[in-house]
Nanobody, 122 residues
Framework: QVQLVESGGGLVQAGGSLSLSCAAS????????VGWFRQAPGNEREFVVG????????DYADSVEGRFTISRDNAKNTVYLQMNSLKAEDTAVYYC???????????????WGQGTQVTVSS
């Protein structure tokens, strides 16, 4: 069992930055790939970025490529999401998820956090 807790969300103006964290507890965190997803009201949950178990492989959605950066520190059981040049359309609840492999599909992940709200004002 893995428990995930996201933090770092908030309100920011367009063009600003936020840094999200996903802290894990439970079984060996380094055994899991991690994905960040987001969900805006009325929309389906969408893939944002994923990182492999070692952190060597990352995969970004086209909409955030070049603006968001994912990283992980397995010694601290934490995955980070640095979000720069934020846009109004980035507004959503952001979730981290852990699974065997990174995937675009939410169903591929075994564990989910409770989410953190990111609001970008235009």
């Amino acid at each position: 069992q893995v428990q995930l807790v996201e933090s770092g969300g908030g309100l920011v103006q367009a063009g600003g930055s936020l840094s999200l964290s996903c802290a894990a507890s439970g079984r060996t965190f380094s055994s899991y790939a991690v994905g960040w997803f987001r969900q805006a009201p009325g929309n389906e949950r969408e893939f944002v970025v994923g990182i492999s178990r070692t952190g060597v492989i990352t995969d970004y959605a086209d909409s955030v490529e070049g603006r968001f950066t994912i990283s992980r520190d397995n010694a601290k059981n934490t995955v980070y999401l640095q979000m720069n040049s934020l846009k109004a359309e980035d507004t959503a609840v952001y979730y981290c998820a852990a699974g065997t492999y990174t995937s675009l599909f939410p169903g591929a992940y075994d564990y989910w956090g409770q989410g953190t709200q990111v609001t970008v004002s235009s």
